[in-house]
């Protein structure tokens, strides 16, 4: 009878050894809800990049070219101005943008959404960019945005393609924004991005995965510098 109950007691003891392991592996599964950039179709990332340190360089030769620097804040200065205010003029008519929001523009390099915004009544404006650009720019990592959650009510971006982790991308973007708070990208699906994009980006779907805390509000055709669709989101948890 002992030995029974002593074999009783083992097994038991063995079912819950074993049983426990695979609970966690179960529990750890059903949390890691976001798939990898990887594994989500339509959403390619380039290969290349052997640490966040090179990609880091490799977006910084562009940001920091003094050519193309020298051209954003003279020639292309104005002709940019007035198209993103046009797009945000746009915007605030459909209700999805206002003089009173708190607004981020995510990759501004020197600026020109940003006074874009301001210019069209949209004063309390803010840029991020690797590089600096003061007074509309700040310096800050769109993997790692530099700002308390829940702070902005629009956020708008025409980088999305430089995202080396697309999913940390947006999950920045769904944590400073507040409930109800609108975000707008500026992609290219139908063309191919330049030589510094980090992902290719082959529809809509992708997107619509990503942004698990909000609901698409709408997609439409526009000619943004090379980029080809403006897809807007709703926070909504």
Same mark, same amino acid.
């Given at each position: 009878?002992?030995?029974?109950?002593k074999?009783?007691?083992?097994?038991? +003891?063995?079912?819950?050894?074993?049983? +426990?392991?695979?609970?966690?592996l179960?529990?750890? &599964?059903?949390?890691t809800?976001?798939?990898?950039?990887?594994s989500?179709?339509?959403?390619?990332?380039?290969p290349?990049?052997?640490?966040?340190?090179s990609?880091?360089?490799?977006?910084?030769n562009?940001?920091?070219?003094?050519?193309?620097?020298? +051209?954003?804040?003279?020639?292309?200065?104005?002709?940019?101005?007035?198209?993103?205010?046009?797009?945000?003029?746009?915007l605030?008519?459909?209700?999805?943008?206002?003089?009173?929001s708190? /607004?981020?523009?995510?990759? /501004?390099?020197?600026? &020109?959404?940003v006074?874009? @915004?301001?210019?069209?009544?949209?004063s309390?404006?803010?840029?991020?960019?690797?590089?600096?650009s003061?007074?509309?720019v700040?310096?800050?990592?769109?993997?790692?945005q530099?700002?308390?959650?829940e702070?902005?009510?629009?956020?708008?971006?025409?980088?999305?393609?430089?995202?080396?982790?697309?999913?940390?991308?947006?999950?920045?973007?769904?944590?400073t @924004?507040?409930?109800?708070?609108?975000?707008? @990208?500026?992609?290219?699906?139908?063309t191919?991005?330049?030589?510094?994009?980090?992902?290719?980006?082959?529809?809509?779907d992708?997107l619509?995965?990503?942004f698990?805390?909000?609901? @698409?509000?709408?997609?439409?055709?526009?000619?943004?510098?090379?980029?080809?669709?403006?897809?807007?989101?709703?926070?909504?948890?």
């Amino acid at each position: 009878m002992k030995l029974t109950h002593k074999k009783s007691k083992f097994f038991i +003891i063995s079912f819950f050894l074993l049983f +426990i392991p695979l609970f966690f592996l179960f529990i750890s &599964q059903q949390t890691t809800k976001n798939p990898s950039p990887s594994s989500i179709p339509g959403l390619k990332i380039r290969p290349g990049f052997t640490s966040y340190d090179s990609y880091i360089k490799h977006q910084l030769n562009k940001t920091l070219n003094p050519r193309l620097r020298e +051209i954003w804040k003279t020639r292309d200065w104005t002709r940019k101005i007035q198209v993103f205010s046009s797009f945000f003029n746009d915007l605030k008519q459909k209700s999805l943008l206002s003089n009173s929001s708190k /607004a981020l523009c995510v990759g /501004a390099r020197m600026g &020109q959404e940003v006074e874009a @915004l301001r210019r069209v009544g949209v004063s309390d404006s803010i840029g991020i960019d690797l590089v600096p650009s003061p007074p509309l720019v700040v310096h800050g990592d769109f993997h790692r945005q530099p700002f308390d959650d829940e702070t902005f009510d629009f956020e708008f971006s025409n980088v999305f393609d430089h995202a080396l982790y697309p999913e940390k991308f947006v999950g920045e973007i769904e944590r400073t @924004l507040r409930i109800g708070g609108v975000c707008v @990208l500026h992609v290219a699906i139908s063309t191919r991005s330049d030589k510094y994009s980090a992902n290719d980006l082959l529809s809509v779907d992708p997107l619509k995965k990503l942004f698990r805390r909000s609901k @698409l509000v709408h997609v439409r055709k526009v000619d943004g510098f090379g980029l080809d669709t403006e897809i807007v989101f709703k926070k909504i948890k």
